[in-house]
């Protein structure tokens, strides 16, 4: 490999390195201030189900409660900001390995440098589909009365177990390791799926944004237990999802984190 070829593999990982930490460092800062919603970030936490949260109505001795009202599209779209915002600032530390690995081999097949940012908008269109369907889900548990509109977690102690103990359930699945061992070998999924050109990329992109989902998508309702907008339960997930796929012994870190929701699920639905 030449002088100049290697000049540019370094220049092209300097820049794609840059590029992911500006990104992640962007999604935690917004976080970090709310996220636009209204509401300030709350960092806690709590084994069980919030109790549900009174209304003024009810602290003032009145017996009608305030029933939550539907969403209005624009209350929709910003609530599925925030969940991509969240997912960026979680997801991409762990999918950084992958992106790196393509920048690399797309620079020494004379690939433009525009390319990781295909295969990362890829990535994150399958995130941002993921979104749509969890603001959906946080509307409908809000109408519900079973997730707390102010912390935004699972008031109902039978939702709460039910996600923990499917997560755990999930961990443990066949459908979880096939994800995972696409996440955990970036090199062996490049050599299989690798396309040229932005269309190449944004289709390798969205192929491994899907692996990504089938791997992590209970792990991110577990935001409904913990508290949706909850930095200390984002921080915890985040870890736990780059621990799966870049540990070498993370499959084991995946398989004893299951057994721990399963447990704790039983807990909250007999204590």
């Not at 000049?7 to 201030?33: C, K, S, Y």
């Not at 995972?180 to 970036?186: D, S």
């Not at 799926?193 to 192929?207: C, D, E, K």
Request: with cysteine.
């Amino acid at each position: 490999m030449t002088a100049g070829v290697e000049a540019t593999l370094r220049r092209q990982r300097t820049l794609t390195i840059a590029a992911l930490a500006l990104l992640t460092l962007l999604a935690w800062a917004w976080l970090l201030l709310g996220a636009g919603m209204e509401m300030a970030p709350r960092a806690d936490l709590h084994l069980f189900p919030t109790p549900p949260a009174h209304s003024m109505a009810d602290m003032a001795g009145m017996a009608m409660p305030i029933a939550p009202t539907p969403w209005t599209a624009a209350q929709l779209l910003l609530a599925v900001s925030m969940w991509w915002v969240m997912m960026v600032a979680m997801m991409l530390p762990a999918a950084a390995p992958v992106i790196l690995l393509y920048a690399r081999a797309g620079a020494a097949q004379g690939a433009a440098p525009a390319a990781p940012g295909w295969f990362l908008a890829g990535y994150l269109a399958v995130w941002g589909l993921f979104s749509f369907a969890a603001a959906l889900m946080q509307d409908g548990q809000q109408r519900l009365g079973v997730l707390a509109p102010m912390t935004m977690d699972a008031s109902a102690e039978w939702l709460a177990a039910a996600i923990l103990i499917a997560a755990g359930l999930y961990q443990l699945s066949p459908l979880k390791e096939a994800c995972l061992v696409r996440c955990r070998n970036p090199a062996a999924f490049l050599s299989r799926h690798y396309r040229p050109g932005r269309r190449g990329a944004l289709r390798m992109g969205a192929i491994h944004g899907a692996f990504c989902l089938g791997c992590c998508w209970l792990l991110m309702a577990l935001l409904f237990v913990g508290g949706v907008m909850n930095l200390a339960w984002i921080a915890l997930l985040t870890l736990l999802v780059a621990a799966e796929k870049l540990l070498p012994g993370g499959r084991r870190v995946g398989l004893a984190a299951g057994l721990g929701f399963i447990v704790w699920g039983a807990l909250v639905a007999f204590l």
